[in-house]
């Protein structure tokens, strides 16, 4: 009842400026947190950045707190993934998820996915 819809992947180079989006469309009235994960070739699901979509509350992956920056739109049901200082590290496929539940950290809390967008960070 949910779908999503993501933007702004591709080739950024070591040092750079990622930005991607979310847009979210639906029953979006019942959204409690949006969440951004990846996967990286040849490993698990991991969890990058959550936002609570009333409160605004963000989590961060240790990976990433102090780099990425996680925010939403309210108006334009559009949740944003920014950093301006891309690793090599960080190239996967990325995947904006929703969940309508507290649950924030887990690929099992969040029964609403987009189709990915890949990331290659070229160094």
């Known amino acids: 009842q949910v779908q999503l819809v993501e933007s702004g992947g591709g080739l950024v180079q070591a040092g750079g400026s990622l930005r991607l989006s979310c847009a979210a469309s639906?029953?979006?009235?019942?959204?409690?947190?949006m969440a951004w994960f990846r996967q990286a070739p040849g490993k698990g699901r991991e969890f990058v950045a959550g936002i609570r979509w009333g409160g605004g509350y963000t989590y961060y992956a240790d990976s990433v707190k102090g780099r990425f920056t996680i925010s939403r739109d309210k108006v334009k049901n559009t949740v944003y993934l920014q950093t301006n200082n891309v690793k090599p590290g960080d190239t996967a496929d990325y995947y904006c998820?929703?969940?309508?539940?507290?649950?924030?950290?887990?690929?099992?809390?969040?029964?609403?996915w987009g189709q990915g967008t890949q990331v290659t960070v070229s160094s």
């Open positions: 998820a929703a969940g309508v539940a507290p649950g924030f950290n887990q690929p099992s809390d969040y029964p609403y």
């Open positions: 639906g029953r979006t009235f019942s959204l409690y947190t």
